[in-house]
């Protein structure tokens, strides 16, 4: 079964890649724009290795194409970035952070906890989660790529004049959707960022990778599993596992979607492999799998062709990219992120049709003799919106998905409250439940 649904995932990774090949190409870059500043950052910092890091991922990239054949992301893990940034961690402190959060979800896929978890969540705060982290990549676009541009600086090659010509180029393909838009964006911003590395003889040399292995200490622990692994948790199980999976189902739904577990699984192997080695902690994110889908990727061929292309640069120039990278224009990166943010938030759309899981599984409707999943009516809807927007809105307010998910879930119990208390009338009005009286 396994073998041939292996064969099955090659076949299908062929196909796509035969006859769409810069699609695919174009789709494997559009999770630059998250992946490229987070691992910049991260390299300057001192905190993790880009050689460990390249080399990883793009493993990761090419087994995730492989075994999936969807075109699922490897993305840093964004609140212990952030917290390592902030507090400078060392090799040892973010590793301790990773290998946590991994410890963590391998050992809720083995305890089943977090089949149970996905299947209580109901559908509008999932979809709360995408549209609320769509939100917030536009806005960190907005706020940490963009906002610091000027209409002639900080050079020729990054200002607000190719944020605008890049998002124009945007519009247009979202008209044109064969043009590949991150390939041509991508291919612009290096040539820029080889121009600039040029003028100041800051371009990568041959440097072989050399492995080296980053075994945590005792305050490494305690540092990074509180400051940081802690506070990834909650964002790992519901945007990178469970939400990851509703949007694969969502955008491909031709395509067998992994289950939750599996996912899990692979999120907590990626970690506990690479974090020994300096490289960065990597989950699979929903914002991740919208831009590479955006950007015309719609097999496992797109991430394994970017898996090979990191290898190969891992092992051969590594750290010595890092001047180049830096000089990557943030102005089309943050256009990018912004173009993948609406992708993503564009899933809430389909909340009350038929279209959402929970309601494609119910009795259909019918109207003119076609399905349309179950009707709901104008409350129900407006229920179900709500539910969504204020998951989504805390969560952007917050700038934390575990508040966005209790908020949500606080208001989906609210509502069914009425009918709760119905049911509890019902079954004493039948002897079935007896409230406790004097004797």
């Given at each position: 079964m396994v073998a041939r649904t292996f064969r099955e995932i090659s076949a299908r990774n062929l196909k796509v890649i035969r006859e769409h090949p810069l699609s695919e190409i174009s789709g494997a870059l559009g999770d630059l724009g998250t992946f490229l500043p987070i691992a910049i950052a991260l390299t300057v910092n001192g905190t993790i290795s880009l050689s460990s890091t390249l080399i990883f991922t793009g493993a990761f990239n090419v087994l995730t194409g492989l075994f999936f054949g969807l075109p699922l992301p490897v993305q840093p893990m964004k609140a212990i970035a952030a917290v390592a940034l902030v507090s400078s961690f060392s090799h040892g402190e973010i590793a301790a952070a990773g290998l946590f959060v991994a410890s963590c979800i391998l050992i809720f896929c083995l305890t089943g906890f977090l089949r149970w978890f996905a299947d209580v969540i109901p559908i509008p705060v999932v979809k709360g989660i995408q549209v609320g982290a769509g939100i917030s990549l536009i806005i960190a676009a907005c706020q940490s790529l963009i906002a610091k541009l000027g209409w002639v600086?900080?050079?020729?090659?990054?200002?607000?004049?190719?944020t605008i010509a890049a998002f124009l180029f945007l519009l247009v393909a979202n008209i044109y959707r064969r043009i590949p838009y991150a390939?041509?964006?991508?291919?612009?911003?290096?040539?820029?960022?080889?121009?600039?590395?040029?003028?100041?003889?800051?371009l990568p040399s041959l440097r072989l990778w050399m492995p080296f292995l980053t075994i945590p200490a005792g305050t490494d622990w305690r540092i990074g599993a509180i400051r940081a692994g802690i506070g990834q948790l909650p964002l790992t199980t519901l945007n990178s596992v469970i939400a990851v999976v509703h949007l694969a189902a969502d955008l491909l739904p031709q395509v067998h979607t992994?289950?939750?577990?599996?996912?899990?699984?692979?999120?907590?192997?990626?970690?506990?492999?690479?974090?020994?080695?300096?490289?960065?902690?990597?989950?699979?994110?929903?914002?991740?799998?919208?831009?590479?889908?955006?950007?015309?990727?719609?097999?496992?061929?797109?991430?394994?062709?970017?898996?090979?292309?990191?290898?190969?640069?891992?092992?051969?120039?590594?750290?010595?990219?890092?001047?180049?990278?830096?000089?990557?224009?943030?102005?089309?990166l943050g256009v990018m992120v912004i173009a993948a943010g609406i992708e993503l938030a564009g899933v809430g759309e389909s909340l009350n049709t038929s279209g959402s899981r929970d309601l494609a599984k119910g009795h259909p409707g019918i109207i003119g003799g076609q399905e349309i999943g179950p009707l709901l009516s104008d409350e129900d809807r407006k229920k179900r919106w709500t539910v969504m927007m204020v998951t989504a809105g805390l969560l952007v307010g917050f700038r934390n998905d575990a508040i966005g998910f209790i908020g949500g879930m606080l208001c989906h119990w609210t509502f069914g409250l009425p009918s709760f208390l119905e049911r509890l009338r019902e079954r004493r009005r039948q002897g079935r439940i007896r409230l406790p009286g004097p004797a």
């Open positions: 600086r900080p050079s020729w090659a990054d200002n607000l004049s190719w390939l041509v964006v991508f291919m612009v911003g290096l040539l820029f960022a080889i121009i600039l590395a040029a003028q100041s003889s800051n992994p289950s939750v577990t599996s996912i899990g699984l692979s999120v907590a192997a990626m970690n506990l492999t690479g974090c020994w080695f300096g490289a960065m902690p990597v989950c699979h994110g929903s914002g991740g799998l919208a831009a590479q889908y955006r950007f015309g990727a719609r097999s496992g061929a797109s991430v394994i062709f970017l898996g090979i292309l990191k290898l190969a640069i891992g092992l051969f120039f590594g750290e010595s990219l890092v001047g180049l990278l830096t000089r990557f224009p943030s102005a089309l």
